[in-house]
């Protein structure tokens, strides 16, 4: 393999301006879709164990629905299908405003807070019953034993599963590429195309990932031992990505 | 905002042969894809996690770095990662199909090791 390096062309020109802002749209668009998945997530998770089955049945077809269709038909459904059937202000607004940015956070959002769903479901399934029975028994309503009791407790459980479905979907984030949102992918192409230097450009962006990564797995795991609740493990398995 | 799900009706065999079996004159097919990709990538993940476990540490460093590795960056870098590396280091151009399959074998398995280990 003859293939003289250059790195010096990650930082000449354009090119390391671009890197970066590729960076932050990937960070502002993973931290966006996180948020809302996280709330989606919490939510269904929670209506899927709730004692009354017309709520459960709804969190269930939301989760397997969402779930079960790959995200990158879920972004091409948000950005090229989706904003058609807005009225015409929102879709002005949206016009003005990178509608592939947008369609790309509900993208991820949706079909992450599926995901994470079924991580807290399981969280708050590993939580004892006998826990939700006796603060029921001490006069809370169902809502605010699980509120005030059973999510706390669910949180703390699932954080090693729950780092691991954020990692994907700061991961994943990449495939907002095929729409068209300027992200780190996005730009590592964009260098590849005008340097004609793709060991590179491939390197820069891989390292990049592989940071972002494993320093917030390595954060997560600091923040795990510190909530750990010493006799209760979640018994939540390693999810896919 | 109006539906015409006649144009999925007038291209349904396209979709089903092309998309989702591969059978016609594009290198893909989901099915296609995935089938070989699922057996091929259990294999090198099972390699993968049973050399993670191994005691001797040159075996089971390289594991863990492969895994740390693949499960740390997104999948499409990894296929552009394939898409050029494999010309540069062969000499010649592979078909789409290859490169594709080739990418989600070595990604599934960092994955698959992981399962294989726990």
Not at chain 1, 46 to 52: I, K
Not at chain 2, 78 to 100: C, E, H, S
């Amino acid at each position: 393999m003859n293939y003289d390096l250059q790195w010096s062309i990650l930082w000449t020109g354009e090119n390391g301006r671009w890197l970066l802002e590729g960076l932050w749209t990937t960070i502002r668009l993973s931290a966006l879709s996180w948020i809302f998945a996280c709330g989606l997530g919490v939510l269904s998770g929670a209506l899927r164990t709730a004692p009354l089955w017309p709520l459960r049945a709804l969190a269930t077809c939301y989760v397997e629905f969402f779930r079960n269709v790959p995200l990158l038909v879920w972004l091409f459904f948000w950005y090229f299908g989706a904003p058609q059937a807005l009225p015409r202000p929102a879709q002005d607004w949206l016009n003005l405003h990178g509608p592939e940015f947008w369609s790309a956070v509900v993208a991820l959002s949706v079909y992450h807070g599926a995901r994470m769903s079924e991580v807290i479901r399981a969280g708050i399934q590993s939580v004892p019953r006998t826990l939700f029975e006796a603060s029921v028994a001490t006069g809370l309503s169902v809502g605010q034993a699980y509120r005030l009791i059973l999510i706390p407790i669910a949180l703390r459980l699932i954080i090693p599963p729950a780092t691991n479905e954020s990692l994907n979907l700061l991961k994943n984030s990449s495939l907002a590429l095929t729409i068209g949102v300027a992200e780190l992918t996005f730009m590592t192409r964009q260098i590849e195309t005008y340097t004609a230097r793709a060991f590179e450009a491939l390197t820069a962006g891989t390292l990049i990932y592989l940071v972002l990564c494993l320093t917030i797995a390595s954060v997560m795991g600091q923040v795990e031992r510190a909530l750990r609740i010493p006799g209760l493990i979640a018994r939540t398995g390693r999810s896919e990505h | 905002m109006s539906f015409d799900w006649g144009i999925i009706a007038g291209n349904w065999k396209f979709l089903l042969l092309q998309g989702l079996f591969g059978i016609g004159s594009f290198g893909g097919g989901t099915l296609r894809l995935a089938i070989p990709a699922m057996v091929l990538g259990s294999i090198l993940g099972v390699v993968i996690g049973l050399c993670r476990l191994a005691s001797r540490r040159w075996i089971s460093y390289p594991a863990v770095l492969y895994v740390e590795i693949f499960r740390g960056v997104p999948l499409v870098m990894v296929i552009f990662w394939f898409w050029f590396l494999i010309p540069q280091m062969t000499g010649q151009r592979l078909p789409d199909y290859a490169v594709a399959l080739a990418a989600f074998v070595v990604f599934e398995a960092a994955y698959l090791g992981e399962i294989v280990r726990a």
